[in-house]
């Protein structure tokens, strides 16, 4: 992704060619080992060499505290050091102070640790390290220094003035000449109020008297210089009484130009604003982060009705901490692979509300740049609805296919059952009329016989076949369901191992459908044997019921052969068993003639059920989960 780029360097905000930035690239072309520490004892930058005295490279020691590297009471003396500098101007002070080296987790040799105050905002400290003790070799570097000092701070394009009690400009840098256009030799020996924009001159002059008459050394204020051309520059001044170092003898003004950071700051802050606006007037959900480490830094009030949480509970944490997103790592790959120059993406997914519940949600997601910030927008929109009519929409159609191939099977089925039939009437005739001409004691005879059982028991598959497609030629009556049922309890117990039991639920009423009791009987002893199977050896409970119910054509696209019942009354028989259950895959084949999924199975049971619902103009529901058993439902059209 296109971000701007953080740089680690504390300094680059000050411009290439500041003070600072000149005097740490001329000590590191010079090797000298050092680091640049704030007043709070934070590591900010310093030479690669470095590691020689910490055992760690300097990338790694950034931003760390420099305590990390000294025992108590040596950070001690340190920390007394640098209080003393910031309540006088101090001079370079010297220690000595054994360092920890974090490489091999032992203490370094003693090492000579210069430290030299910066007179900077915020103050900085230059930490500089000898390994010998030689005295000599401490007051040459003191010397160099200083020498190297003196000539940045002549050279340097930062605003550093330095004037006496009435104003008077007695010494400045070269960066006046480039932040305001006068040569030095303009702006040297005139007040400094000449330069100040006329309704900031009181305001310098009060700090300066303040900076005098305190007794604390250091004023800050803010205030304009007027440019050769009338243009104004803001600056931050510190205003320093050094009146009684013996080198400078004035009143040091350090200011900075802050007039662009200004104008980006009030202009970030204005984009702020209008995007905070827009965020609340979304009609979505809205979540804005941050693009460098996902920080959450707004929301809306329709993000709050969707997923439950306030924005303080979401404001401030990363999108790895509020925990929104169960698929936070691939919504990541998109922003990953998204730039700013790209349209917005759009994915589907879902969110974790505040109660734990699963929200679907079509996220759209846009990088913006705001003053070189880049920002992640994201607009949630609430998909339930759609996502269920779409779901019920595809369960639809597969039941169509499937129905379409169950069709297509049962035609197939057709011919070839009744084609299969014509052969086995030849094959049974011819078998039986040879067994009249042979002698009952042949060995003859016992074959002729196995003939026939073979194709008796062809003849069954065949006619099983021929149910499937609905074209038994049964003869159809009225008859009462309920009845029908308790003729057949005593033989469906025995269809049942010892560990299953059978129970039966059936209507104090009458009801009456029009069908062959013999095929009912049939379809319901598959429906109890296919239960007990699915029961197993682990034990269970099969409920047969008899009850009258109402059919309405919503229900149609969750039933099987639906096509042939129409709306009203039906008489409902269901088989609950408490088995193994069935899953999606398994579901969608279970009628389909010759699929068992038991060994020793032929794929018959099932399919002959669903010929007998098509003969019957009846429709099949199927409940089913796996480890909580099978529901089949069977809806006849009711007899009036």
């Not at 030689?134 to 000539?151: A, T």
């Amino acid at each position: 992704m296109n971000k701007a780029s953080k740089s680690s360097n504390l300094f680059t905000f000050q411009g290439k060619d500041t003070f600072l930035e000149m005097l740490l690239l001329l000590l590191k072309q010079i090797q000298e080992i050092f680091l640049v520490i704030d007043d709070k004892g934070y590591i900010l930058d310093g030479s690669d060499s470095i590691e020689t005295i910490f055992g760690k490279s300097l990338h790694s020691v950034k931003r760390k505290p420099l305590h990390n590297f000294l025992n108590p009471e040596d950070f001690k003396k340190i920390s007394d050091l640098i209080f003393k500098f910031q309540e006088t101007n101090g001079n370079p002070s010297h220690l000595i102070i054994p360092f920890l080296n974090t490489k091999n987790g032992h203490l370094t040799t003693q090492v000579q640790l210069i430290v030299f105050p910066l007179n900077l905002n915020p103050r900085l400290f230059l930490f500089f390290f000898k390994n010998s003790l030689d005295q000599m070799g401490i007051k040459k570097r003191f010397e160099e220094l200083e020498r190297l000092l003196q000539i940045y701070i002549e050279y340097s394009h930062d605003l550093l003035t330095i004037i006496n009690p009435e104003g008077i400009i007695l010494f400045a840098t070269k960066g006046i000449e480039k932040h305001l256009g006068y040569s030095i030799e303009d702006f040297i020996q005139h007040s400094i109020y000449e330069f100040v924009y006329s309704k900031d001159q009181q305001k310098l002059k009060d700090a300066i008297q303040n900076c005098l008459q305190s007794t604390l050394n250091k004023h800050e204020i803010y205030f304009r210089y007027v440019k050769i051309n009338g243009g104004l520059r803001l600056v931050q001044c510190s205003c320093i009484n050094l009146l009684n170092h013996p080198q400078v003898a004035g009143i040091l003004l350090q200011t900075k130009d802050i007039t662009d950071s200004y104008q980006f700051e009030l202009e970030q802050k204005k984009s702020l604003a209008t995007l905070h606006t827009s965020t609340k007037q979304c009609i979505h959900g809205l979540l804005i982060c941050t693009a460098n480490d996902y920080e959450c830094i707004d929301t809306n009030e329709q993000f709050t009705q969707l997923t439950g949480y306030s924005s303080t509970e979401i404001i401030g944490k990363t999108l790895f901490e509020t925990k929104l997103f169960p698929e936070i790592h691939r919504i990541e790959w998109f922003i990953q692979n998204t730039s700013v120059q790209d349209s917005s993406i759009q994915i589907e997914t879902q969110i974790q509300k505040k109660d734990l519940s699963l929200l679907n949600v079509s996220l759209n997601i846009e990088i913006v740049e705001i003053k070189h910030d880049f920002l992640i927008l994201m607009s949630i929109h609430d998909i339930t609805e759609f996502v269920q009519t779409r779901n019920e929409h595809e369960l639809f159609l597969e039941r169509i296919r499937h129905l379409s191939k169950m069709e297509s099977l049962g035609v197939l089925a057709g011919g070839i059952a009744h084609d299969f039939n014509n052969i086995l009437a030849g094959i049974l005739g011819f078998a039986e009329l040879a067994e009249l001409y042979t002698d009952v004691n042949s060995p003859i005879y016992e074959y002729l016989q196995k003939i026939q059982e073979a194709g008796k028991r062809a003849a069954f598959l065949s006619n099983q076949m021929l149910l499937y497609t609905g074209q038994s030629g049964a003869e159809f009556s009225p008859l009462d369901l309920v009845q029908m049922v308790k003729h057949s309890k005593d033989h469906l117990l025995t269809l049942t191992g010892k560990n299953v039991v059978l129970e039966f639920q059936l209507s104090e009423d009458p009801c009456f459908i029009y069908g062959n009791e013999l095929l009912l009987v049939q379809m319901l002893e598959h429906l109890v044997n296919n239960a007990s199977e699915a029961i197993s050896f682990g034990g269970g409970t099969i409920e047969i019921r008899v009850e009258k119910g109402y059919y309405s054509a919503s229900e149609r696209q969750f039933n099987y052969f639906h096509e042939y019942l129409s709306e009203g009354n039906v008489v409902i028989l269901s088989v609950k068993d408490s088995g193994c259950g069935m899953d999606r895959d398994t579901l969608l084949k279970i009628f389909d003639p010759f699929y068992t999924t038991k060994f020793t199975g032929r794929g018959l049971g099932l399919s002959a059920v669903a010929g007998i619902c098509r003969s019957h103009r009846a429709a099949i529901q199927v409940k089913t989960q796996p480890g909580y058993g099978s529901t089949f439902r069977i809806l006849f059209p009711a007899l009036d």
